[in-house]
């Protein structure tokens, strides 16, 4: 097996990203910002790695003085009609995840996604998608891709668990943050101290 210098990975990890940068709509970026500004809480979720993404995610909007929680977690509150869930699933199918996206959408909130693939269970119902380009493993079901992803180990391109989605996601999210304390004239002091201060 042809072995690679950590470097050079992470080097062609990068020139991915990028490539996928360039590929995202602004509009639909503009309208994943519309939504959390006009949002009274939002609510996050993802499964596996997404979900870790999903959980920065959150903890960034907690720190520019938002309402902002995980889905799943024991302190969340219920859901009302004038809160928002952003969902990161790169297939859009995942089963556990599409059920919980498709009850907020039965409350009346407002759904994004951030996502590889729009024409999928969650995007049809989204009211806002980003789509992140990004060639996702071949699996049989869909819906159950996390799941057999995850219990079998089948992963196939160079990025570890078989996927450049999270690590693409995790730079989009960070870069909407970004964009927000532009937005909210918020500056790294300010998020200084939100930051958890008790541990």
Do not use: W
Request: hydrophobic share 40%.
């Amino acid at each position: 097996m042809e072995e690679h210098p950590v470097q050079d990975m992470m080097r062609l990890m990068a020139s991915k990203v990028r490539g996928i940068a360039n590929g995202i709509s602004d509009g639909e970026v503009e309208g994943l910002i519309r939504e959390i500004l006009g949002a009274k809480r939002i609510y996050v979720m993802g499964a596996g790695r997404s979900g870790l993404v999903a959980k920065a995610f959150a903890m960034r909007l907690m720190h520019l003085g938002l309402s902002s929680y995980v889905v799943g977690e024991t302190v969340t509150p219920a859901m009302d009609p004038a809160d928002l869930m952003v969902v990161f699933s790169g297939s859009g199918e995942t089963k556990t995840i599409a059920d919980i996206a498709e009850s907020a959408k039965s409350i009346g909130g407002r759904l994004c996604l951030i996502t590889s693939r729009r024409e999928s269970r969650i995007g049809r119902i989204a009211d806002c998608c980003v789509v992140i380009e990004s060639r996702r493993d071949e699996t049989g079901d869909e819906s159950a891709e996390f799941e057999i992803r995850q219990m079998m180990g089948k992963h196939k391109s160079f990025a570890p668990l078989g996927t450049l989605f999270e690590t693409a996601s995790v730079i989009l999210a960070d870069a909407v943050i970004s964009r927000l304390m532009e937005i909210k004239d918020v500056n790294v002091e300010t998020l200084r101290g939100r930051h958890v201060n008790i541990e």
